[in-house]
């Protein structure tokens, strides 16, 4: 079975910039996950999805962050423009979950190491 | 309101001798419980969950875990430590029990390292 994936691993960007991650998961699972890992901590949740309808975004900073999966499946996370403090590794994740309760795993990709200079 | 407190950063233990990675939670509610491992530049692996059904809880690679509700603890252990061991590890909580796993709140991590 294919995990999750994500590209790219590495990005490196100057502060006031843009840029975009992507990520697919594992098929067949319906809800995705967004998390940012800043060095040193563990990593905390951006915005949820369950299939393309957003679950929970409270912690997602609106004003510069978006998240998008048009169809259910893949999903793309931007950041415009970008500050220092967003250097971070982003982490998607995907679940079967598709209601209340559950007993399901999170999967992990590799995630993305965004550098902001 | 969820949290979790892992009390060490960094544990080093030498080959073959035992691990003991601690964690404290505090939850509102009956909580699922999880430990995942990092490993460098690959993604989160779940180790073991909780799911009320047994206090101990068995996962890969030989750790095991231990639900004790009045110490609202879940220390993570392995009996005899691998060189592959070396990681960084998450305990995890999420306030839905059996086993859920939405609205996860992850510790700060303990980096474990293991010496020859």
């Known amino acids: 079975e294919a995990g999750v994936a994500q590209s790219p691993r590495y990005k490196i960007i100057e502060k006031r910039q843009s840029v975009a991650f992507w990520c697919n998961p594992i098929?067949?699972?319906?809800?995705l996950y967004w998390y940012q890992q800043i060095l040193g901590q563990g990593p905390k949740l951006l915005i949820q999805?369950?299939?393309?309808?957003?679950?929970?975004d409270s912690q997602l900073p609106k004003d510069r962050f978006s998240a998008e999966r048009l169809k259910g499946v893949d999903s793309t996370l931007k950041i415009q423009p970008a500050k220092l403090e967003d250097s971070a590794v982003y982490l998607c994740?995907?679940?079967?979950?598709?209601?209340?309760?559950?007993?399901?795993?999170?999967?992990f990709g590799p995630g993305t190491r965004l550098t902001v200079l | 309101a969820q949290s979790v407190t892992q009390l060490d950063s960094h544990v080093s233990v030498s080959e073959g001798t035992p691990v003991l990675l601690r964690c404290n939670y505090s939850s509102s509610y009956s909580p699922s419980l999880f430990w995942y491992v990092q490993h460098p530049n690959k993604g989160l692996q779940l180790l073991l969950k909780?799911?009320?059904?047994?206090?101990l809880v068995k996962g890969i690679n030989g750790f095991e875990a231990e639900f004790k509700k009045s110490e609202t603890s879940f220390h993570l252990t392995k009996p005899s430590a691998h060189m592959s061991d070396a990681a960084e590890y998450f305990c995890?909580?999420?306030?839905?029990?059996?086993?859920?796993?939405?609205?996860?709140?992850f510790g700060s991590g303990t980096q474990l390292t293991v010496l020859p």
């Open positions: 999805f369950q299939n393309n309808g957003v679950v929970d």
């Open positions: 995890v909580v999420s306030p839905f029990s059996s086993g859920s796993a939405r609205q996860l709140t």
């Open positions: 909780y799911t009320s059904a047994a206090t």
């Open positions: 098929s067949g699972h319906a809800t």
């Open positions: 994740a995907s679940s079967l979950e598709r209601g209340s309760g559950g007993a399901d795993t999170q999967y």
